[in-house]
Antibody, heavy 124, light 107 residues
Framework: QVQLQESGPGLVKPSQTLSLTCTVS??????????WSWIRQPAGKGLEWIGR???????NYNPSLKSRVTISVDTSKNQFSLKLSSVTAADTAVYYC????????????????WGQGTLVTVSS | AIWMTQSPSLLSASTGDRVTISCRMS??????LAWYQQKPGKAPELLIY???TLQSGVPSRFSGSGSGTDFTLTISCLQSEDFATYYC?????????FGQGTKVEIK
């Protein structure tokens, strides 16, 4: 069974860049027709989809964050990463990585397996 | 972006109750809707996709229905482990969006 684990600094200063990595185990990140996603959740609030990447490098981003977000993939390490630049306190949240799976032949897909999440606090 | 209105935001119920949660879209999404369950301090878990298809391993007391703009999650006989927060998510178009969540608490 696939497992995902987020890692990275838990504290980032305002205006700096938040960097997180998701390590995938239990299978190759390149196998199957999976995308790999990032989602975040401020404390006590709802979920916000950040974006996703395919192992070819193809990405989809949330327009509300697109100017600040970069998602990349390193297939040799079975990892994918998130960078969010110019962070403010509003970016404080638990960040989740997840596998994006296509169900059936519709071409549409969504997240099935999620990592446990990692809290990132933006503060000086 | 497609917006959704999820209701109620808080639902008080007892073990054994039948509960329903609604999710209404700002535009039609066919059946491209998922339901997730989240417990405190844990990641969301996929319950239902394609509006009504149960994810593997999910108990049959969970069911989903709807298409277009109106969707429902039903728990037929609430168990103690079902007290959690539930989110709908549309994956018809980008950006994917989630409902505001429904917390199911013990009455």
């Amino acid at each position: 069974q696939v497992q995902l684990q987020e890692s990275g600094p838990g504290l980032v200063k305002p205006s700096q860049t938040l960097s997180l990595t998701c390590t995938v185990s239990g299978g190759s990140i390149s196998s199957g027709s999976y995308y790999w996603s990032w989602i975040r959740q401020p404390a006590g609030k709802g979920l916000e989809w950040i974006g996703r990447i395919y192992t070819s490098g193809s990405t989809n981003y949330n327009p509300s964050l697109k100017s600040r977000v970069t998602i990349s993939v390193d297939t040799s390490k079975n990892q994918f990463s998130l960078k969010l630049s110019s962070v403010t306190a509003a970016d404080t949240a638990v960040y989740y990585c997840a596998r994006d799976i296509r169900f059936g032949s519709s071409g549409y897909s969504t997240e099935d397996y999620w990592g446990q999440g990692t809290l990132v606090t933006v503060s000086s | 972006a497609i917006w959704m209105t999820q209701s109620p935001s808080l639902l008080s119920a007892s073990t054994g109750d039948r509960v329903t949660i609604s999710c209404r879209m700002s535009q039609g999404i066919s059946s491209y809707l998922a339901w997730y369950q989240q417990k405190p301090g844990k990641a969301p878990e996929l319950l239902i996709y394609a509006a009504s298809t149960l994810q593997s391993g999910v108990p049959s007391r969970f069911s989903g229905s709807g298409s277009g703009t109106d969707f429902t999650l039903t728990i037929s006989c609430l168990q103690s482990e079902d007290f959690a927060t539930y989110y709908c998510q549309q994956y018809y178009s980008f950006p994917r969006t989630f409902g505001q969540g429904t917390k199911v608490e013990i009455k």
